[in-house]
């Protein structure tokens, strides 16, 4: 998820000010509850918190 947040960075210099890097689990999270299938290609921990 990472990977893919910087590869938006560096193709939207200007229009990617809102990705911050404190939401990538939680958007790896939303994109696994909406495409399961990718679930073998984005790696998740536990979370700490709720």
Avoid: C, D
Avoid at 15 to 38: C, D, I, M, V
């Amino acid at each position: 998820m990472n990977a893919l947040f910087e590869a938006l960075r560096w193709r939207h210099p200007h229009g990617a000010k809102g990705l911050n890097n404190n939401y990538t689990a939680l958007y790896a999270r939303r994109l696994l509850a909406e495409h399961p299938q990718w679930a073998s290609v984005i790696e998740v921990r536990r979370r700490r918190s709720p």
